[in-house]
């Protein structure tokens, strides 16, 4: 007898403790014991050699290297929140695909399904797998929405149209010349939105080849298949509900600027909000307070925030990470600052 995948519905019960695997526990036992050894071995037979101030300059630099790998062994793990433990109980509008970086999200509308957002390119068995466990057929998909053109938001498009080409794709006006240009848009200005996420940013060709499991080359970050609108795609220039543009759905695109000038969140009547990169529950740990870690415009970010919740969201489901409450937006509203923005270059 054959296995057959479990439904969507079945993944949303699956019980997902985010408990870390032994292997990792167990790496960074033996990190932390490995650091101790050298430490120990330094003192017994080096330290005499050398001044205080090289002394401290060798602890330093192996507290660093000790650092560096267990981050190398952690940040995956503290940053994968699978969406679905939040979501237990809750009926939810649609179905989440959860990719290497990217959450995607399935909306079934009448007889075919939605997609919110694509991801990486190279996410594209990933995403093959997950739609195989979502029990969807990429024929039965009629419309993409693409919250914004970024790689991990819009790499998968050519991939996907190809196999189903009578798809019709929905982004904003501001979109269509940037995706045509096959790279993440730094004209606009912004950077990263402080310091410390700048550090690990700059780092994030390591991170991605972690988590894509292949070597991402320097030239390729930040990178996709550019895409050329066709006739039958869909521009949106304004606050537009999904039946004007034919998708039988109770739900309206708003336009959510700030991360980029062409970001766009998928607001459900009854208070779901898909948001995309206008909001985000990724690297908190690190001062995020919610907001994404690229940003434009912070003034125009935090407008956006006040027009999500003023049009009545309460669960915003964001491209990267965990699904939270709106309360979250309202209590961090303005928190981070403009002036703490770090340039790209
Ligand atoms: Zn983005």
């Known amino acids: ?47 005499t050699s050398f001044g205080i101030v090289q002394n401290i300059a060798v602890f330093l630099l192996s507290l660093v290297v000790a650092g560096m790998i267990l981050t190398v062994l ?11 433990a939040h979501c237990i109980g809750r009926i939810m509008n649609f179905i989440p695909l959860e990719l290497s970086v990217t959450n995607c999200f399935l909306i079934k509308a009448g007889d075919h399904y939605v997609l919110i957002d694509t991801g990486y390119e190279d996410d594209w068995d990933l995403f093959r797998t997950r739609l195989n466990e979502a029990g969807v057929e990429l024929s039965q998909i009629s419309h993409i929405i693409l919250t914004h053109h970024h790689d991990d938001h819009c790499g998968l498009l050519r991939n996907i149209l190809w196999e189903n080409h009578s798809i019709r794709v929905v982004m904003s006006h501001l979109c269509k010349d940037l995706i045509l240009r096959g790279e993440n848009d730094r004209t606009h200005g912004g950077g990263f939105l402080n310091r410390r996420i700048a550090f690990l940013m700059r780092r994030r060709r390591l991170y991605l080849s972690l988590v894509l499991k292949k070597v991402i080359a320097k030239g390729k970050i930040d990178t996709f298949p550019p895409y050329r609108l066709r006739n039958c795609d869909i521009l949106v220039a304004e606050d537009t509900g999904l ?28 208070g779901d909000c898909l948001i995309g990169d206008a909001a985000s529950n990724f690297l908190q740990f690190l001062g995020a307070k919610y907001c994404v870690v690229l940003i434009t415009d912070m003034s125009a970010y935090y407008q956006s925030w006040e027009k999500v919740i003023a049009a009545g969201a309460r669960q915003i489901f964001p491209a990267h990470g965990a699904p939270f409450t709106v309360d979250k937006l309202k209590t961090n509203l303005w928190k981070n600052k403009a002036e703490n923005i770090v340039p790209y270059t």
């Not at 032994?22 to 932390?32: N, Q």
């Not at 952690?74 to 679905?84: C, H, K, L, M, N």
């Not at 039946?243 to 980029?260: A, F, M, N, Q, V």
């Open 243 to 270: 039946r004007e543009i034919g998708i039988p759905l109770d739900s309206k695109i708003i336009e959510t600027p700030g991360h980029t000038v062409d970001s766009i969140s998928v607001l459900f009547d009854d």
């Open 74 to 84: 952690w940040v995956p793990w503290a940053t994968d929140r699978p969406i679905e």
């Open 1 to 47: 007898m054959t296995e057959t995948p479990p439904t969507a519905h079945e993944r949303q019960k699956k019980p997902l403790a985010q408990r870390p695997s032994l292997k990792r526990v167990y790496a960074s036992i033996i990190v932390a014991f490995g650091w101790l050894l050298f430490l120990a071995l330094w003192l017994f037979y080096y330290a």
